[in-house]
């Protein structure tokens, strides 16, 4: 039961914050009114008031209304106790895997959509080790940064958001993926030196494999291509390409060509001044030692 031992109270909407659904999400909005509706069948058929409910899972009278109506995400150990009390024999317990795939941010489903489709992906990230190297303890290090501060619930969907997409390393066949890491993102011990040193040793790890090249952009280059912003271009086996950039179309996807060709200009140029893979891999075992 969901209920704080400490003073066994049932929980309220302050003691989850991060479970709001978001308004812009028409997909999760939907996912999430139609869990609240068969929540609240099943609860009317066994003849169980809201409140009497509430009890039984260890939730309030008033979250529990606001789950049902479709304004609050369940978590899965919600869902699993009203299947228990409620008799429903694992059909509500089974809609986990909805409710997860809403709890990661619209942007990131979309991104992850899209990684899942591409066979060759070009990514840069000039300010942070681009998402998909990182390691669970790197991501946190990093959201912990972040100000206005996310609450602990908020830094948690985040990163499970990210080690989702990290499926994209055990696709077969396995897409080319071609990473320019900058070099003061590999110094910053963000979390600590312990977890920089993980961070680093999983860098190594993804470097050998074979359809993974990542290179280093050392600080002392006196040209460098990347000031304008990131760069991430994701190429379908049909031909068909969608590229992002802040200094295009504000981040949003592109696929127009000119858009395309100026993204991967850019990439390339990068590419060019950066440490060859060899030598990357060279400089990060040198970082390791260092750190």
């Keep these: 039961m969901s209920v704080d031992g400490a003073v066994g109270r049932l929980r309220s909407e302050a003691d989850e914050p991060g479970w709001e659904v978001d308004p812009d999400d028409e997909w999760g909005v939907a996912v999430i009114a139609t869990v609240g509706r068969q929540l609240k069948l099943r609860r009317e058929a066994v003849g169980m008031r809201a409140a009497e409910f509430g009890v039984a899972v260890g939730y309030g009278e008033d979250l529990v209304y606001k789950i049902e109506g479709g304004k609050r995400i369940p978590r899965p150990e919600y869902l699993d106790r009203a299947d228990e009390v409620l008799g429903a024999d694992g059909l509500l317990a089974a809609m986990k895997e909805d409710v997860r795939r809403v709890r990661y941010p619209k942007k990131v489903r979309d991104l992850a959509q899209l990684e899942a489709r591409a066979v060759e992906l070009q990514l840069y990230d000039p300010l942070n080790i681009h998402g998909l190297l990182q390691t669970p303890e790197y991501a946190r290090g990093l959201l912990l940064m972040r100000r206005p501060a996310y609450s602990g ?6 990163i499970a958001a990210r080690v989702a997409r990290k ?47 990542l290179q280093v952009m050392p600080m002392d280059r006196e040209e460098h291509a990347g000031l304008a912003g990131g760069i991430e271009v994701l190429k379908s086996e049909d031909g068909s390409a969608v590229g992002r ?3 295009v179309a504000n981040g949003r996807p592109v696929s127009d060509p000119k858009q395309l060709r100026i993204l991967e200009l850019r990439y390339g140029v990068i590419r060019a001044q950066a440490l060859t893979p060899r030598e990357s891999t060279a400089f990060i075992e040198q970082l390791l030692g260092e750190t």
């Design 153 to 158: 619930d908020e830094v948690e969907r985040f």
């Design 167 to 213: 499926a994209v390393f055990e696709r077969d066949p396995a897409p080319e993926l071609s990473f320019v890491l900058e070099e003061w993102t590999l110094r910053r011990p963000l979390g600590g030196r312990a977890v920089l040193r993980q961070q680093l040793e999983h860098l190594l790890e993804a470097g050998q494999l074979r359809n993974v090249e």
């Design 245 to 247: 950039s802040l200094a």
